[in-house]
């Protein structure tokens, strides 16, 4: 029996965040593809609260809630490259900015992208203005947390990698590096220091083309 | 010149939170009282992000939303009682506790208590399957964390304290002794443990009751 699992969706950002942490902390795991449609009893029994993935399961206890499962690799994990800074200052920025796109972040440009047209002006000013955050935050730095990555980079994966194809499937104007230079700078430094670990580019376009077209045809 | 400060509102559980734990930590702060209806350039600056109190301000260094600044006066003063367990695993379980309370504990049971009348019936219906869950949690422990408080216990303090308040303000049936006796224990266990950290009872009510006949007014 493995003793880590991960009770995820292949394509979900979410679950990703936790690949991603494993994986950069070299710990081996096993991957359980869930139907977020027709969730497995396992999946309920572990988070009964959210009944959502990704689950972390260790040594059969469960811990749900991607930025909870973030701490807790890099708390139980210490090789590898630290997710949380040291000092209690960054690690409360860290904290904070992992918070700020995690709640905002996915739903705020999944609006944006998801439902062209223009009585979304609103939604298109509201992810203009909160890319715009990020892009003052990040001004003469590499990541959010400065030269390491930390917790907040990993919480901006829907950003750095989601987006752009979004975008690109969606066709809509929303970011570019006139306006948001140093987001962009970020997006490329966060695709290439996490190369091999992100997913399939194509695969990912595909998955995210067949949603925006059953998408589409449910609203006509 | 004060080395913390925290920017708040009287009568705020957010800002409360943070009150609470610089209380039990034994660290001498002075409280700046914001007007959430106008608020001051000062919580401006502090928090550009959501423009919101609670802010901490510590050395001139700014932090905001009160589970980040829980955990950061943690990390910063190590007297007094821990805030964070030690184990990993205990850890995960207090910040995922504390999120939920968060994300859910406010609004829900706010939306329930507030707007009474028949169409609200979904409304109530959700903030018993809320308590539920914690009554379920809190079965044969003194805390969210077992027997001593954590992150998730303060995060709590809308329910263990705010609430009894709003529910006799506005005379709505959501939680008795029968129901949720677990839940129950662990409110008389908060307030007897936190009681000289606690808001003065009668002025938040005449707070409360202001607010409510104030919304009643505007609805009528």
């Known amino acids: 029996m493995a003793e880590v699992k991960v009770f995820g969706a292949w394509g979900s950002p979410f679950t990703h965040r936790v690949e991603l942490a494993l994986k950069l902390k070299g710990v081996e795991y096993e991957f359980i593809e869930e139907d977020v449609r027709n969730k497995s009893p396992q999946l309920l029994q572990y988070n009964p609260v959210y009944k959502k993935i990704p689950v972390l399961l260790h040594n059969g206890k469960p811990i749900a809630e991607s930025l909870v499962i973030l701490e807790y690799i890099d708390d139980t994990w210490e090789h590898g490259p630290s997710?949380?800074?040291?000092?209690?200052?960054?690690?409360?920025?860290?904290?904070?900015?992992?918070?700020?796109?995690?709640?905002?972040?996915?739903?705020?440009?999944?609006?944006?992208?998801?439902?062209?047209?223009?009585?979304?002006?609103?939604?298109?000013?509201?992810?203009?203005?909160?890319?715009?955050?990020?892009?003052n935050e990040l001004k003469g730095k590499k990541f959010f947390g400065g030269d390491s990555f930390t917790l907040a980079d990993i919480a901006g994966n829907f950003i750095a990698f989601w987006f752009g194809i979004?975008?690109?499937?969606?066709?809509?104007?929303?970011?570019?590096n006139d306006k948001f230079p140093n987001l962009c700078a970020w997006i490329d430094e966060f695709n290439?220091?996490?190369?091999?670990?992100?997913?399939?580019?194509?695969?990912?376009t595909e998955v995210i083309r067949g949603r925006f077209l059953e998408a589409s045809a449910a609203k006509s």
């Open 192 to 204: 290439s220091s996490f190369k091999e670990h992100l997913p399939d580019r194509d695969q990912l």
């Open 166 to 176: 979004i975008i690109e499937v969606v066709g809509v104007e929303l970011m570019n």
């Open 83 to 135: 997710i949380m800074p040291k000092n209690p200052y960054d690690r409360a920025m860290a904290r904070f900015w992992a918070k700020f796109l995690d709640e905002k972040g996915v739903s705020t440009l999944w609006k944006a992208c998801w439902i062209p047209g223009e009585e979304h002006v609103k939604d298109k000013e509201e992810a203009q203005e909160f890319l715009q955050l990020l892009d």
